[in-house]
């Protein structure tokens, strides 16, 4: 076991309320429009993509090309990823989040334009991939960006709260989108919605856009970023910069952050991350067509139980960030793991009970514990896990490697398993291999509440 990095700084770091808030909103924002382009995209790729844009061929084959325009997101967040995170660690965190979120909107508006299949053929699913190519690719780093902000600004004694607004901002993102689909299609007959509907919460995406940058033009670069020793006139240092310099102020404290041997604080990140997204994969996503399709539960069931469980997210969010400011993240995540793992199989019994108010109360439970409270410790765990030097980088990375392999393939595994056994215990081992997974990795890995964000080097 790792020993504790280092108390809380005492050090005078109180930003202006004004433009913490500033940093605040933006963050809510960034992620909240982030969800609500996936998941308005995710839902459009369920309900109507495959006959806009695909209905040369059977319903089936339709609906897992229209989901397949849905997947290649993943693997350009990947690639986002790496790209802005690199530029975020070298010209500033404000300079790439303003570039994301005007990506993001962009690319959303522009799919509720698209010609369909019966206007221009084979060139409307090309041109709706490549779109969500660029979604994706500007939403790999709009997430991670937004945590390294507003963990940058925040006072470290706050830091956990003031975090926790970016999984506000992904519940917020992730209701709206529902609910302007839901509204949609309870209000449209199926021709109103093919010919014109469709494109109305794409187009709406404009309007989020607009203010969102508007914000962000006016929010202020990160102070960890401009105080750190290895940055000059706003760019950082490259290696060779960095050797060649005569005259450069803390050269030693530089130099120790670039020898340091990395990899172990990216893993044990990596860990943290694989319990909150292998859950929310099984939970959020693979347990709703469990629920409808292997259970023969009404489809409203398992849908109407993860709004309810996000409403009291609002409420659990908040409260775990201000618990891992007062107790630390190490204990919380040992705690929380511990117990999503213990009600697992309680949870899946509940869940195949039939009973309507056993599956709600149960996903409501697994989602506020297993998913949400892991997600409001992530995202200013992570973020004291890295050095200033390349936080950005390493905390998108670790966010979507971590989701490919937990919330991609889980669900996959799951159905696999499932399939075969003919029973749900898969899905309880799963949930605890996720959990124990995040269990071991806060064990080995150090407390970091309070460190000192302008550091360099990795917490281990």
């Known amino acids: 076991m790792t020993?504790?990095?280092?108390?809380?700084?005492?050090?005078?770091?109180?930003?202006?309320?004004?433009?913490?808030?500033?940093?605040?909103?933006?963050?809510w924002l960034g992620t909240a429009m982030e969800f609500m382009d996936f998941q308005l995209y995710s839902l459009a790729a369920a309900i109507v993509f495959n006959k806009l844009f695909f209905p040369d061929v059977s319903p089936i084959i339709g609906l897992i090309a229209a989901m397949a325009t849905y997947g290649v997101g993943y693997v350009a967040r990947l690639a986002g990823a790496v790209y802005f995170g690199r530029m975020g660690d070298r010209i500033g965190r404000k300079k790439?989040?303003?570039?994301?979120?005007?990506?993001?909107?962009?690319?959303?508006?522009?799919?509720?334009?698209?010609?369909?299949?019966?206007m221009i053929g084979v060139w409307a699913p090309i041109m709706l991939v490549a779109l969500r190519l660029a979604q994706g690719f500007g939403a790999g780093a709009e997430i991670a960006g937004a945590t390294v902000m507003l963990a940058e600004?925040?006072?470290?004694?706050?830091?956990?709260?003031?975090?926790?607004?970016?999984?506000?901002?992904?519940?917020?993102?992730?209701?709206?989108?529902?609910a302007i689909w839901a509204i949609l299609v309870s209000t449209l007959s199926e021709a109103d919605l093919l010919s014109w509907g469709w494109r109305i919460p794409f187009l709406f995406s404009f309007v989020l856009m607009i203010f969102a940058v508007w914000v962000r033009r006016s929010v202020k670069e990160s102070p960890v970023f401009e105080e750190r020793a290895d940055v000059v006139d706003g760019v950082a240092l490259s290696k060779r910069e960095i050797a060649a310099a005569e005259e450069l102020a803390k050269t030693r404290t530089i130099e120790a952050?670039?020898?340091?041997?990395?990899?172990?604080?990216?893993?044990?990140?990596?860990?943290?991350?694989?319990?909150?997204?292998g859950n929310s994969g099984l939970i959020q996503t693979f347990l709703i067509g469990y629920l409808a399709t292997v259970l023969l539960v009404d489809k409203s069931v398992g849908t109407t139980a993860i709004m309810y469980g996000s409403l009291v997210g609002f409420v659990t969010i908040p409260v775990m960030g201000m618990l891992g400011d007062r107790f630390g993240r190490r204990p919380l995540y040992l705690v929380l793991s511990s117990l999503t793992a213990l009600f697992a199989i309680p949870m899946l019994m509940m869940v195949t009970s039939g009973n309507t108010a056993l599956i709600t109360v149960a996903m409501v439970i697994g989602l506020n514990l297993g998913v949400l409270s892991l997600f409001a410790m992530e995202s200013v765990t992570m973020a004291e896990f890295f050095g200033a030097r390349t936080r950005f980088t390493q905390l998108a990375l670790a966010k979507e490697i971590g989701g490919i392999l937990a919330t991609a393939i889980g669900p996959l595994l799951a159905a696999t398993l499932t399939a075969i056994t003919g029973?749900?215990?898969?899905?309880?081992?799963?949930?605890i291999a996720y959990s124990l997974i995040t269990l071991i990795s806060a064990f080995v890995g150090p407390e970091v509440r309070g460190r000192d964000m302008v550091r360099l080097e990795d917490a281990v």
């Open 3 to 27: 020993e504790s990095i280092s108390p809380p700084i005492t050090k005078p770091e109180a930003k202006p309320t004004k433009e913490l808030a500033k940093v605040a909103v933006s963050g």
């Open 96 to 118: 790439v989040l303003f570039i994301t979120i005007a990506l993001m909107g962009a690319s959303t508006t522009l799919i509720g334009v698209l010609p369909t299949y019966a």
């Open 153 to 178: 600004f925040a006072p470290a004694r706050r830091r956990g709260l003031i975090s926790s607004l970016v999984c506000l901002g992904t519940n917020s993102g992730t209701l709206a989108a529902s």
């Open 257 to 277: 952050a670039l020898h340091q041997r990395k990899g172990k604080a990216f893993l044990i990140a990596l860990g943290l991350r694989f319990g909150q997204a």
């Open 423 to 431: 029973h749900w215990w898969p899905l309880a081992a799963m949930l």
